[in-house]
């Protein structure tokens, strides 16, 4: 691919900025295009490396780039923004998404399939959903509270206390507030009813995708776990290693070295994968907490000795990094994962 033109594409809802740049390194075109024109654009073009930043749709217009032949790369919006010159325009963003796209070492994003897309949008939407639910539910709780009506922790006592004011009335909340409660109330079951929903389809799916099956095999892995693995990850093919694959994810140690001098530092709580870091963690010390006093396997044999040396938050990352690794190995090789039982 190295003869082949170099096209960044900067992605917008109706107006996309294309450029495009020869063998030579010279810019041919840099132009507004429509998302129509854009398809045609690119299924009539020779193959030719096709470059996005990484944004909404870009994992879309990547599929159906690479079903055309093309070399799809898909760069992380803070690598492009080092290659940005003059102010901030589509022409220039294109410009810099295609020089970037052809640095000698820039890592790249994987491409995800559909498959990974939609268990990704699927789970998405069910943490939004289940956010809107618990801001309801707080709101209701303070509005109640501020008429002096305290209610007890957990969703069954929210029902009792709302169902018992809308049907018999409170002397402590008054009459015009009756009718806001119920349309309150109302909403927040019909979020319930929506995130159960959402979390039923997600277990269908997750009981007939092979790698989500194979990765809930590991120590403190659910189906929440399984499908923020799969959906980062893929089949493996974007990581090297599985070193690699935990540093992405973020849950290696930062590394700062200079003069022949390395000293490495704690994990990036900014960089990486927030949410599945968190979701990894309280996996971890879930397995922690659940430690038999004499280990069974070999890792749990590790994570005792661990634990004593380094204590129990940092065993939870220790382990966190294991299980992206061997996650990594899972989904790059195919197998099923197999715990060594320790020789009695």
Same mark, same amino acid.
């Given at each position: ?84 010159? %003059? ?97 309150? !109330? ?73 003069? %022949? ?21 309280? %996996? ?43 996650? !990594? ?16």
């Amino acid at each position: 691919m190295k003869n082949c033109n170099v096209i960044g594409i900067d992605l917008a809802k109706n107006i996309i900025q294309v450029c495009i740049i020869n063998k030579h390194g010279e810019v041919r075109s840099n132009k507004a295009m429509s998302p129509s024109k854009l398809k045609e654009f690119l299924t009539k073009s020779s193959p030719s490396i096709v470059a996005f930043e990484g944004a909404s749709t870009c994992h879309y217009w990547g599929r159906f780039a690479s079903n055309l032949s093309h070399d799809v790369r898909v760069i992380g919006p803070r690598k492009v923004k080092a290659f940005l010159q %003059g102010q901030k325009t589509d022409a220039n963003d294109a410009l810099a998404i295609a020089v970037a796209a052809t640095q000698p070492g820039m890592l790249f994003s994987q491409l995800k399939n559909e498959e990974q897309q939609v268990l990704q949008s699927l789970e998405t939407s069910r943490r939004f959903l289940d956010k809107h639910r618990v801001s309801l539910e707080n709101h209701i709780r303070a509005f109640l509270y501020e008429y002096g009506i305290t209610v007890a922790r957990g969703a069954k006592y929210l029902r009792e206390s709302v169902l018992d004011i809308l049907s018999e009335g409170s002397d402590e909340l008054p009459h015009h507030l009756l009718a806001p409660l119920l349309s309150l !109330w109302e909403q927040y079951r019909d979020t319930v009813k929506r995130v159960a929903a959402i979390e039923k389809e997600l277990t269908q799916l997750v009981k007939k995708t092979d790698a989500c099956q194979r990765l809930k095999a590991l120590e403190g892995v659910g189906d929440v776990c399984a499908i923020k693995l799969f959906t980062s990850l893929g089949n493996g093919e974007g990581f090297k290693n599985g070193r690699q694959a935990s540093a992405y994810i973020g849950v290696t140690p930062k590394q700062y070295s200079s003069g %022949g001098k390395v000293s490495m530092k704690g994990i990036d709580k900014v960089g990486g994968n927030k949410v599945l870091r968190a979701n990894l963690f309280m %996996g971890a010390r879930a397995v922690i907490k659940a430690l038999p006093d004499k280990p069974r396997t070999s890792k749990e044999q590790w994570l005792i000795a661990l634990i004593k040396r380094v204590g129990e938050k940092r065993a939870c990352i220790a382990l966190a990094n294991k299980t992206v690794r061997t996650a !990594w190995a899972l989904l790059a090789s195919g197998e099923k994962y197999k715990s060594t039982a320790l020789v009695a």
